[in-house]
């Protein structure tokens, strides 16, 4: 890629979605982090398209010369399974030359022309009845397990179910797990307000 825009790819409508912010190395003012252009990344395989005119994220494999991306599980969640053309040169992950595979989680970068993707989750995090496979989980912060009418938040590294009672419950039975700070099963900290979980030092 060798300049010019970054073409955004939609990123509504999930509650909590894995994206690419993308830091163009040729900008001549500093960038706040937070304003960076966004790659939506579809689910399922994706290809990433580098033109002069821009770069976006694509669903399905396409031609043999570009990145492909795969969603895969990882020990913290999901994670990007990267798959590089034979014969690329120039990309780099993490600031080193990357293998024909590698497996991309939050806060990894990768280097491709003159831009730096930024791999993050962004969160929408909303109390709610619990999904049916993790109904009969025990909540990591008081082991109590989650019923169908519990409202919690699936902490999105490691799947793990947090009480999060609204204010209408009575106080002497609000559970309020998820507000405890780090998680136990993960050791990462639960996010509690919309935005990124991972944003770049610039």
């Keep these: 890629m060798t300049g010019g825009r970054v073409a955004m790819n939609e990123v509504r409508g999930a509650a909590d979605e894995l994206r690419f912010l993308v ?10 982090a937070g304003s960076l ?10 290809r990433l398209r ?4 821009g770069a976006e994220l694509l669903p399905g494999v396409g031609s043999a010369g570009e990145i492909h991306f795969e969603r895969v599980a990882a020990g913290r969640g999901d994670a990007l399974l990267m798959r590089l053309p034979r014969g690329a040169a120039g990309v780099r992950v993490n600031g ?16 491709t022309g003159d831009v730096l993707l930024h791999l993050t989750r962004y969160l929408r995090p909303r109390a709610a009845a619990p999904p049916p496979d993790v109904v009969g989980n025990k909540c990591p912060v008081c082991l109590v397990p989650v019923g169908p009418d519990s409202n919690v938040i699936v902490h999105p590294p490691c799947a793990s179910p947090l009480h ?9 039975m609000r559970l309020q797990c998820a507000r405890m700070g780090d998680c136990p099963a993960c ?4 996010q509690l307000e919309e935005g990124y979980a991972f944003l770049p030092e610039l």
């Design 37 to 46: 252009p966004a790659l939506g990344v579809p689910e399922g395989v994706s």
């Design 50 to 53: 580098a033109r002069r005119e």
């Design 96 to 111: 080193r030359p990357a293998g024909l595979l590698h497996v991309l989680e939050v806060g990894d970068q990768v280097q």
């Design 23 to 32: 830091e163009p190395l040729d900008h001549s003012a500093d960038p706040d």
């Design 164 to 172: 999060l009672d609204p204010e209408d419950v009575p106080e002497e």
């Design 187 to 190: 050791g990462l900290p639960v």
